[in-house]
């Protein structure tokens, strides 16, 4: 390879593995005199797969992502796996994928990489920093991590067992992250955490945080993701609600709003503090617009216990919600619980709170229709070349629905002014106001 190296990545799972891939990417790549990034295994010295290993199916699909891109591998090729595959399962997986010419079973992105950098012989950078980044999608969108881990102890939950306990980043670093994105054109910042909420480094909690992005970085847009219910704090409220850059949306994953699967499920948050959660949101921020995650099928689960999370869901009208089925984990304690419940009932409930939630969305977006929004241009649609899409500052990337335009012109990256002409069940459709 000498001082050169052509490198192919995948990169499975949540944003925060994302976060992770594009470190490790920029820690090797400070380490060659020219680094090229091959969209085409076959044309790659080296071969990452950064993993997810939440659930079964997500071990199966970095599985069988592994196996895909090892077809073909030639002799001097690399392949290497890091990631959540290997630190939930460990060495039993080199017996396992022998196509693998090295598992690395290190969480933090600058152990990762000087792993992979010992096995091409290679010594790191001098001017290696962990706050630097390969951005490998849209440099106007980028995620940023805060916090790796999670300290709480949600009974289905493998991230403590796979991530370990929360372990927050400086607010030093997270600026100095932040403002060289924003360098390479970030419009639009979105902070991520297991729990973040959970935020703590020294003196400086999330709010304090987040002040100290708004006064050291100039990013137009900063989104936060995965807000634990108890951890919404009126200072937070007031914060939000008194400053136009931080998107007035709120990612709150409830998973559940029966008082007993609450307990079961070993959430911190009771259907009261949900509740009461949600009426301070209101009372600060009452056009916010609101997600969160819900989870059925949970081992107990009682049709009871599903019609208090149908009637939450209808009483506090979500703008966007996921919906997902229990994933029985053998290393999980829920694993041990009794009276799990069947596929077919779980897939029935899924069905029911998505078609619910389908009329919710819908009806929040035609409220939208005849006002003007700031959209964040992505470009051209994939199904046709004459439609712009992009997104509001209510819909989040990956995971809400979007906004497309279809008359005016936009630069791709650019936030421009659009009338919102119709409304879908989850996206919208609008032009750019001259």
């Known amino acids: 390879m000498g001082d050169s190296i052509s490198i192919h990545v995948t990169s499975l799972g949540c944003p925060k593995n994302l976060t992770d891939t594009e470190t490790v990417l920029a820690l090797i790549k400070n380490a060659f005199e020219k680094t090229l990034f091959s969209k085409d295994p076959e044309d790659a010295d080296l ?22 891109l090892s077809k073909g591998k030639r002799t001097d090729q690399r392949i290497v796996v890091f990631g959540c595959l290997p630190l939930r399962y460990g060495r039993q997986l080199e017996g396992l994928l022998p196509e693998v010419d090295s598992f690395v079973f290190h969480v933090e992105p600058s152990s990762i990489a000087s792993k992979i950098l010992r096995l091409l012989n290679k010594k790191e950078g001098p001017e290696a920093s962990q706050n630097e980044r390969v951005i490998t999608g849209r440099p106007w969108q980028v995620f940023v991590k805060v916090s790796d881990g999670c300290s709480n102890r949600c009974t289905y939950c493998m991230i403590p067992k796979i991530r370990g306990n929360l372990r927050c980043r400086s607010p030093e670093d997270i600026v100095s992250e932040i403002n060289g994105a924003v360098e390479i054109g970030a419009r639009e910042i979105t902070l991520v955490a297991q729990d973040l ?126 919906c997902f089925i229990y994933s029985d984990e053998e290393e999980a304690p829920s694993h041990a619980f009794m009276d799990k419940v069947n596929q077919e009932t779980s897939k029935r409930r899924k069905q029911q709170i998505m078609e619910l939630q389908k009329g919710i969305s819908r ?34 990337p990956g995971v809400d629905g979007i906004t497309y335009i279809n008359k005016g012109i936009s630069e791709e990256g650019a936030l421009s002014r659009v009338r919102i002409t119709q409304a879908h069940d989850y996206d919208l459709v609008g032009e750019i106001v001259d």
């Not at 993993?51 to 895909?68: G, K, P, R």
């Not at 470009?379 to 819909?395: A, I, K, M, N, P």
């Open 197 to 322: 909420t959970g935020y703590k480094r020294g003196n400086t909690n999330l709010v304090g945080l987040v002040e100290k992005i708004l006064a050291e970085t100039e990013v137009p847009w900063l989104r936060l993701m995965y807000l634990y219910p108890d951890g919404i704090t009126n200072e937070l409220l007031r914060l939000i609600s008194s400053e136009e850059r931080i998107c007035k949306y709120l990612d709150i994953p409830i998973q559940h709003a029966s008082p007993r699967i609450l307990k079961r499920m070993g959430r911190s948050a009771s259907s009261l503090v949900l509740d009461k959660t949600m009426e301070r949101i209101k009372r600060f921020l009452p056009d916010a617009s609101l997600r969160t995650t819900v989870m059925v099928g949970f081992p107990g689960e009682e049709e009871e216990d599903f019609k208090i999370l149908l009637e939450f869901i209808r009483r506090w009208r979500f703008h966007h919600l996921g």
């Open 47 to 68: 071969i990452l797969v950064n993993t997810c290993a939440f659930i079964e199916d997500a071990v199966s699909e970095s599985v069988e992502t592994i196996l895909e």
């Open 363 to 396: 009806s929040i977006n035609r409220g939208f229709v005849g006002k003007e929004v700031d959209v964040l241009v992505d470009g051209y649609c994939q199904e046709s070349d004459l439609l712009l899409c992009g997104r509001t500052r209510f819909q989040a």
